[in-house]
């Protein structure tokens, strides 16, 4: 589906991207894992258009991707309904229309109760989720995901990813990248995990979450799913370690 091929970025004389690729299947969960200031969140920001590459090309962009990012972005002025009805405002909706599909996926992300409160009212996790509901909102065919959890409690982030992963159970066609530091994050939730180097970024190593579940899956007398998550949580640790070092 998403093709991103040899990706040059520069922010003035700093080299941030020299020649990222990478490809991303219909359906396919995808996580970036990488140091700090690698150019997990620059990748993210190229396919979602708020940056132009410098050189490489992005091909096979779906027409509705919707973001998401570590902070809730909510308008404060708006209610969390009209938050989460805007992008189908936007895409001109009716209110009235708007604000029932809005109300309809507060209920979903655990919200019911709460449409008519303003943002600040909200604790952090309950604002991520409305961020959440604001994506999904607009039935996504990418979902770009920057750290979203990255400033929840642990509790929240547990829950959060669990709805994640049943929101796309329901959506086979619907693929997401998510960057994240934790790479227990990255193994749960992501079906390939790309462990990035150092600025610039480049793959490290891909991890294949889904052959190795399913390997465990087949051995499951000695090899535990268990056993199969610590095992690839060492082995992205690894990847990454190595690549600190090099
Ligand atoms: N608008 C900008 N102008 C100048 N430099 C930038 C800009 N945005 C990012 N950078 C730099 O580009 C590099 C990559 O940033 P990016 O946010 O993509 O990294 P990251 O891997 O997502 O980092 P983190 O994990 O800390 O969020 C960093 O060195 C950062 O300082």
Request: some cysteine.
């Amino acid at each position: 589906m998403l093709h991103l091929d040899h990706l040059h970025l520069r922010f003035g004389a700093l080299p941030v991207l020299e020649g990222f690729s990478m490809d991303l299947a219909a359906g396919e969960r995808v996580a970036l894992l990488g140091p700090s200031g690698c150019g997990k969140s620059s990748v993210l920001r190229l396919v979602g258009g708020l940056l132009a590459p410098s050189g490489g090309r992005i091909a096979g962009l779906p027409l509705r991707t919707a973001s998401v990012f570590q902070q809730a972005t909510l308008m404060p002025w708006a209610t969390v309904r009209d938050n989460v009805a805007l992008p189908l405002r936007l895409a001109g909706q009716t209110a009235a229309t708007a604000r029932a599909q809005a109300a309809g996926l507060l209920q979903r992300v655990g919200l019911q109760g709460f449409a008519d409160a303003l943002p600040h009212t909200l604790s952090g996790g309950m604002q991520m989720r409305a961020a959440l509901a604001r994506a999904w909102v607009t039935d996504p065919e990418l979902l770009l995901l920057d750290e979203p959890f990255g400033a929840l409690d642990e509790q929240s982030r547990e829950q959060l990813g669990q709805e994640l992963l049943s929101w796309c159970a329901a959506r086979p066609a619907l693929a997401c990248i998510l960057v994240t530091h934790s790479v227990f994050e990255a193994v749960a939730l992501a079906d390939r995990v790309l462990v990035l180097s150092p600025r610039p970024a480049r793959v490290l190593l891909e991890i294949d979450v889904r052959a190795i579940r399913e390997l465990a899956h087949q051995q499951a007398a000695n090899w535990t799913e268990q056993d199969a998550y610590f095992a690839l949580v060492r082995q992205a640790q690894q990847a990454l370690q190595r690549g600190m070092t090099a």
